[in-house]
């Protein structure tokens, strides 16, 4: 059986066989790119090339690539934990074409690598294309040897890939598993799809044109590819696995929490072990690519992100910090694909250290009022806006930290009331400063973190501000 860092150097060896120039990943904090929060995918870094302004000496490459979902277009925040194959920070491999080859021999090498080198069953495989792609619906016939059942045509966006609302962007086709009956969904398309039997493991996109702005897309200079594969959704199929959070890496880091706190991954305890991990993973990968707890922006994420693991750690009955005891663990299994890790170790475990002692202090009391304040409630009730707020206020409970405390007893926040209440909050602030005298200061500061305030309350927003950052 391969180990997770085997298969990544299999994906890339295949491609460097296959003429690919292997390139290192990008930071998560993209580059010259204020759209975008995090690096969310493997052609973040280029986006440039493929719109023809970047030029590189190479004209094909392969990637394993860093990144993060929590926030944006792309998502996942609220599915960590819950569901086997999502992650706020993954592992993207993908190879690219600028202009090089486009759909026959992406279709070919794709399937090349996982029926020969990695030997995945060609029965239990199917593909979705977007519902007028002709072409690649036939290249899938001619080469895989796909009956039309194998071959589903998708109208939606789901099978239009975009990075964000500009940049390069094309219809797509998707590789899926059936991983068999004995899990629960349906084939994409039908209304099952979210279940964990047919399994999105990679995606293959014909860039063929650049978003300038909502509604005005034109061509890109010469039609390319993109494609992108979780390492860890093909590392559980390749493991035989149906959760990511079975395969080695993880194992060994749910271990380590097991170990750490005295608790086995068992029952309901599960999902927290999970959210542990993973969040562990995109801790340390932000703070190594300079991300530090704020309260704003990038910084902002990383904080919910973190407060959120360590209310995990707090149901595991962790009394002392206990995430920055993980950070070994992880640099040991990641460390040497990614030695950004090991050279901020000591950052990383400082910062960790630092953010769970402060937090620490109001954690508890915190979750006593949230205790008190929800005992009343029930499945498809709603905790009161301002309790939510003072929390938020008061202990430092970021509103999804909250809604993730209630989420498993099926209740909600008043997000409506939490607004609001943060809006006075504002309000009173504006009326205090401006009985200072010194007005013309103030309208200046003020309107400032007014244009701004999307940074601020990113969390909030759940739609449309959390991608832009600025
Ligand atoms: P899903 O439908 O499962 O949310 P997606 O369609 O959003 O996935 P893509 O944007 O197509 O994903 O990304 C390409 C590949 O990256 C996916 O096929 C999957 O293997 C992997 N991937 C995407 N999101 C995640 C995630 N949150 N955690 C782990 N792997 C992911
Ligand atoms: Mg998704
Ligand atoms: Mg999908
Ligand atoms: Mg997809």
């Given at each position: 059986?391969?180990?997770?860092?085997?298969?990544?150097?299999?994906?890339?060896?295949?491609?460097?066989?296959?003429?690919?120039?292997?390139?290192?990943?990008?930071?998560?904090?993209?580059?010259?790119?204020?759209?975008?929060?995090?690096?969310?995918?493997?052609?973040?870094?280029?986006?440039?090339?493929?719109?023809?302004?970047?030029?590189?000496?190479?004209?094909?490459?392969?990637?394993?690539?860093?990144?993060?979902?929590?926030?944006?277009?792309?998502?996942?925040?609220?599915?960590?934990?819950?569901?086997?194959?999502?992650?706020?920070?993954?592992?993207?491999?993908?190879?690219?074409?600028?202009?090089?080859?486009?759909?026959?021999?992406?279709?070919?090498?794709?399937?090349?690598?996982?029926?020969?080198?990695?030997?995945?069953?060609?029965?239990?495989?199917?593909?979705?294309?977007?519902?007028?792609?002709?072409?690649?619906?036939?290249?899938?016939?001619?080469?895989?040897?796909?009956?039309?059942s194998k071959i589903i045509r998708i109208p939606t966006s789901?099978?239009?890939?975009?990075?964000?609302?500009?940049?390069?962007?094309?219809?797509?086709?998707?590789?899926?598993?059936?991983?068999?009956?004995?899990?629960?969904?349906?084939?994409?398309?039908?209304?099952?799809?979210?279940?964990?039997?047919?399994?999105?493991?990679?995606?293959?996109?014909?860039?063929?044109?650049?978003?300038?702005?909502?509604?005005?897309?034109?061509?890109?200079?010469?039609?390319?590819?993109?494609?992108?594969?979780?390492?860890?959704?093909?590392?559980?199929?390749?493991?035989?696995?149906?959760?990511?959070?079975?395969?080695?890496?993880?194992?060994?880091?749910?271990?380590?929490?097991?170990?750490?706190?005295?608790?086995?991954?068992?029952?309901?305890?599960?999902?927290?072990?999970?959210?542990?991990?993973?969040?562990?993973?995109?801790?340390?990968?932000?703070?190594?690519?300079?991300?530090?707890?704020?309260?704003?922006?990038?910084?902002?994420?990383?904080?919910?992100?973190?407060?959120?693991?360590?209310?995990?750690?707090?149901?595991?009955?962790?009394?002392?910090?206990?995430?920055?005891?993980?950070?070994?663990?992880?640099?040991?299994?990641?460390?040497?694909?990614?030695?950004?890790?090991?050279?901020?170790?000591?950052?990383?475990?400082?910062?960790?250290?630092?953010?769970?002692?402060?937090?620490?202090?109001?954690?508890?009391?915190?979750?006593?009022?949230?205790?008190?304040?929800?005992?009343?409630?029930?499945?498809?009730?709603?905790?009161?806006?301002?309790?939510?707020?003072?929390?938020?206020?008061?202990?430092?409970?970021?509103?999804?930290?909250?809604?993730?405390?209630?989420?498993?007893?099926?209740?909600?926040?008043?997000?409506?009331?939490?607004?609001?209440?943060?809006?006075?909050?504002?309000?009173?602030?504006?009326?205090?400063?401006?009985?200072?005298?010194?007005?013309?200061?103030?309208?200046?500061?003020?309107?400032?973190?007014?244009?701004?305030?999307?940074?601020?309350?990113l969390g909030y927003d759940t739609e449309s501000a959390e991608?832009?950052?600025?």
């Amino acid at each position: 059986m391969s180990g997770v860092n085997e298969i990544r150097s299999a994906f890339l060896d295949y491609f460097a066989k296959n003429g690919h120039e292997v390139v290192a990943s990008s930071p998560l904090v993209p580059r010259n790119d204020p759209t975008l929060m995090f690096t969310n995918a493997g052609m973040v870094q280029f986006k440039n090339v493929f719109t023809g302004a970047e030029k590189r000496p190479y004209s094909t490459a392969a990637t394993a690539q860093k990144c993060v979902r929590a926030g944006g277009k792309h998502n996942d925040l609220d599915n960590v934990g819950y569901t086997a194959r999502h992650h706020t920070f993954f592992e993207m491999l993908g190879n690219f074409s600028f202009g090089d080859y486009f759909k026959e021999r992406a279709i070919e090498l794709a399937w090349g690598l996982i029926t020969k080198e990695f030997d995945l069953p060609k029965d239990k495989l199917l593909v979705t294309v977007y519902h007028d792609d002709d072409e690649a619906a036939n290249l899938w016939k001619k080469i895989a040897g796909f009956s039309d059942s194998k071959i589903i045509r998708i109208p939606t966006s789901d099978n239009f890939w975009q990075m964000g609302d500009t940049g390069p962007c094309g219809p797509c086709s998707e590789i899926f598993i059936d991983q068999g009956d004995k899990l629960w969904g349906g084939p994409p398309g039908s209304p099952e799809e979210d279940g964990d039997r047919f399994l999105e493991f990679w995606n293959l996109v014909f860039m063929q044109y650049e978003q300038i702005e909502p509604g005005n897309r034109i061509g890109l200079p010469k039609p390319s590819i993109d494609t992108g594969m979780g390492l860890e959704r093909i590392s559980a199929i390749m493991q035989g696995v149906t959760s990511n959070y079975d395969t080695d890496l993880f194992r060994t880091l749910i271990e380590a929490v097991a170990h750490a706190t005295g608790m086995a991954p068992e029952g309901e305890r599960k999902a927290s072990h999970r959210v542990i991990a993973d969040h562990l993973r995109t801790s340390c990968f932000l703070v190594a690519d300079g991300v530090l707890p704020s309260n704003e922006g990038r910084g902002y994420v990383l904080r919910r992100i973190m407060r959120r693991a360590m209310r995990h750690a707090q149901l595991l009955g962790a009394r002392d910090p206990l995430m920055y005891r993980l950070v070994p663990v992880l640099v040991r299994e990641m460390g040497q694909a990614y030695p950004e890790l090991i050279r901020a170790e000591a950052l990383i475990t400082e910062t960790l250290k630092l953010e769970e002692t402060r937090f620490r202090k109001t954690l508890e009391r915190g979750l006593s009022i949230l205790d008190e304040e929800s005992r009343g409630l029930g499945k498809g009730q709603n905790l009161s806006g301002e309790t939510a707020f003072t929390l938020y206020d008061t202990y430092g409970f970021p509103l999804d930290l909250t809604q993730d405390a209630l989420k498993p007893r099926g209740i909600g926040v008043d997000t409506d009331a939490f607004n609001a209440a943060m809006q006075r909050q504002r309000e009173m602030a504006r009326a205090a400063w401006s009985g200072s005298g010194e007005a013309a200061t103030e309208t200046v500061w003020f309107s400032v973190k007014e244009r701004t305030g999307a940074t601020e309350f990113l969390g909030y927003d759940t739609e449309s501000a959390e991608g832009i950052v600025l």
